[in-house]
């Protein structure tokens, strides 16, 4: 008999739980479990009482006891003796008291903006049915919440109450690497921090001002983007400083320096990594660190998603191997395998000579110069030109503009020299996906698998990491990390540090992001 979804639900938990060693001995109690693997009470009481019919359990007065050796169950009850992936590490934390897990869960769903600001949370019952609690359960969390500042009082309930504070002059300061022009040097994908920063600004009604950090004649300077000017640090209104790391051209440990004898918050999301801070800096007590694509969940969550999929042979390509944000991606795959008793499927063909775009093209100075020349050429072109040629036709102008870039000169050389990994990968019939570092490279993998005539996903998954437009438009399956949420967790703690900060100064604040799925992956069907 085929057990329901749910049922099938709570064993697959029980059963990577035990898979994977942190289910040990004895079962916690069933209502610990169910919210855990987020079922009812009585889902979780069936799928128990189905794994002790199999033998996989046995029950005594004293509780549900678990087997010596690890077993998994399949969908149609057969017990199997490999072991099945491991599920996420947040899914099985240590099982203290409901009310206290219910208070990490539902302070994580306020930061990261599932409950707006300035907007009343739901009502007490409705709250009970989102997150499946008693009544005193939620009163109590309601209460602890609203001691630390998290929400507050209104009317007969509660509200998330807005970021903005009352001076209007005070101000937030984000901060990256940059020229002297006040231009900041990042690629796009970086920028977004900046805007969705200004975004979150302009809904709180707080000011924000960008500024870029630069040498200039050996110094470590700080320009205003907007004013090109010197900026002083030590403005009084300042109310606290947002540090992006997406560069270390100038290394991140001068630039905190400067900042923490401010005194004042500082915020610091690391994109890059590969930098370390002196033990002094990173105890610093108005220090908090936070970072997205360098976490280690992500990759372990495609990992996760590929197996639950049926791929147990797959390939992760990368033309900018040299980066580690690339490394830490093939190593939480590669983990999550090794875990999950698939240590040797995990294939790479990737390219360990470069870290960004415009590497590419560096290498190759003659590269360089024709690009230059072209754009020269063009400039000057467009000069000369009679102007009501591009009154009539200006979106030629602007489409031959936006294309003279050496960000997209790159793409051609890029492409070409991974043809030759594209084609590896592709001998290995075993293989039934492919996981690219980042949405960029994918989509040239897609192009080069169209010109090839391979089906995907019938004939092959790919997925990728960054869910950038370039996901949207080639409906390409990607990690999302969640940006707007970590920014907002991070502007939370630049207004009120205490309500943000991880119980360890040195502990890295994540925001969980999660993997949106298009048509480019499918589950492994028998051939």
């Known amino acids: 008999m085929k057990k329901k979804p749910g049922i099938q639900k709570a064993v697959d938990y029980i059963s990577g739980g035990i898979a994977s060693g942190i289910l040990k001995n004895k079962l916690p109690p069933i209502k610990s479990l169910a919210s855990a693997a987020d079922v009812s009470f009585v889902t979780m009481w069936k799928a128990i009482d189905h794994l002790r019919s199999q033998g996989i359990l046995s029950g005594t007065k004293q509780g549900t006891f678990l087997p010596g050796a690890a077993t998994t169950v399949d969908s149609s009850g057969k017990v199997e003796s490999h072991a099945a992936p491991a599920l996420p590490h947040l899914a099985f934390e240590a099982f203290e008291p409901l009310w206290q897990k219910m ?51 209104y009317q007969r309930g509660y509200m998330v109450p807005m970021l903005s504070k009352s001076e209007s002059t005070a101000r937030i300061v984000a901060i990256g690497c940059g020229w002297e022009d006040g231009t900041l040097w990042i690629d796009y994908q970086d920028k977004n921090y900046f805007r969705i920063l200004e975004a979150e600004c302009i809904q709180s009604r707080l000011s924000l001002d960008i500024v870029v950090y630069c040498r200039q004649k050996g110094k470590l300077c700080f320009v205003d983007s907007i004013t090109r000017k010197p900026y002083d640090l030590s403005n009084e209104n300042i109310l606290s400083f947002a540090l992006i790391v997406a560069n270390l051209e100038i290394h991140p440990e001068e630039v905190l320096q400067r900042l923490l004898i401010l005194r004042k918050p500082v915020a610091v999301l690391d994109v890059v990594g590969g930098w370390e801070a002196s033990y002094r800096t990173m105890n610093n007590y108005y220090l908090q660190l936070f970072t997205v694509t360098m976490s280690k969940f992500p990759p372990q969550r495609v990992g996760q998603y590929l197996l639950n999929l049926g791929h147990r042979n797959i390939a992760f390509l990368s033309p900018f191997h040299k980066a580690l944000w690339s490394i830490i991606r093939y190593k939480g795959i590669e983990d999550m395998y090794r875990d999950a008793g698939y240590g040797d499927t995990v294939f790479t063909y990737t390219m360990d000579r470069y870290a960004f775009q415009w590497d590419f093209l560096q290498e190759n100075h003659d590269n360089s110069e024709d690009i230059a020349a072209l754009v020269a050429a063009y400039n000057k072109w467009q000069k000369y030109a009679d102007s009501n040629f591009f009154r009539k036709f200006g979106h030629i102008s602007y489409n031959i503009s936006k294309y003279l870039t050496a960000w997209n000169c790159a793409t051609g050389e890029i492409y ?55 996901a949207m438009e080639y409906k390409l399956t990607s990690y999302d990390f969640n940006l707007n949420g970590i920014v907002s967790i991070m502007l939370r703690y630049a207004l009120r540090p205490s309500s943000v900060s991880s119980p360890r100064r040195k502990t890295v604040i994540e925001a969980e992001g999660a993997i949106i799925e298009r048509r480019s992956t499918m589950r492994v069907t028998s051939k």
């Open 103 to 153: 208070l990490l869960r539902i302070k994580k769903d306020i930061l990261t903006g599932r409950f707006q600001p300035g907007l009343p949370l739901p009502s007490h019952k409705e709250l009970q049915g989102l997150y499946n609690v008693s009544y005193p359960t939620l009163k109590k969390v309601v209460e602890t919440l609203s001691s630390q500042g998290i929400i507050k009082t």
């Open 416 to 470: 070409h020299r991974m043809i030759p990994l594209f084609k590896r990968a592709l001998e290995n019939r075993s293989i039934t996906a492919w996981v690219l570092a980042n949405d960029y490279s994918a989509t040239l993998a897609l192009d080069y698998l169209k010109q090839q005539h391979v089906r995907v996903p019938e004939d092959l998954s790919v997925i990728s990491f960054d869910n950038t437009l370039d």
